[in-house]
């Protein structure tokens, strides 16, 4: 089975309700990136970095996955489908996407501060997190998300996959954060790279780029009908 692997950012959860972070009135115009998404902020004040991943998980209540992700599930039925993904909510797994891998963690788990490869997953009655609970080790339990500054874990997984690609997609991302960015450096010239995003996004120069400037529900109806 040939093997499509696909990067996606935020704006492929935007159509199901979810704030991308660098758009006008996205989630860095909210909080200050600092206060909730690094160890410092943390450290300062972890009941306000708490209050705001219970909040982020109370918002997947009320989401669901969009076309796009149901889309990219599809593929399955034909392709190897991986998907590495920059965002934290489980969109989709909920979509039924088989192989998934977030490279900056994921909202509906919890780690150990100490003990990282303690790692609990919650079911949604317990996304209300209090600050304060231990891992049987001790040490403090803190949301599962790579925080800035933080090394990327499974950054080494998304280079194997990127580098063993057939056919690769990114969709609605700012390509502005690494090492997610960089990724598409590893990606074996002459491997077809479709780029979905309603803005222009900065691409490698190189013969085989499809650039298609529509929304994530959009270009995934487009890519389906090019590769199923
Ligand atoms: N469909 C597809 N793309 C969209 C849509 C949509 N409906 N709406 C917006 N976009 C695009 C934007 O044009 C932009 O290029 O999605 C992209 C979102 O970019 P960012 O907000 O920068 O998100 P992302 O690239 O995922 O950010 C990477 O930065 O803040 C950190 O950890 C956070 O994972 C995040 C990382």
Redesign the pocket.
Known sequence: MRRIVCLT????S??SGIS????NG?L?DQYRVEDVATPEGWERNPRLVTDFYNGQREKLLLVKPNPGHLGLARLEEKYEVHIIT??IDDLHERAGSSHVVHL?GELTKMRGCVHEDYVVSLQPGQYHQSYGQKTPYGDLLRPHIVWFGEAVPMIETAIELTQRADIYVV???????YP?AGLLHYLPMGVPLYV????E?PLPSRPEVCFLQK??TE?VEEILKILM
């Open positions: 950012g935020a704006g492929m935007a159509e991308t972070f660098r758009d996205g860095w920059q965002n900056h969709i609605g991302s700012s390509l502005q954060v997610a979905i995003d309603p803005k996004v929304t994530a270009g």
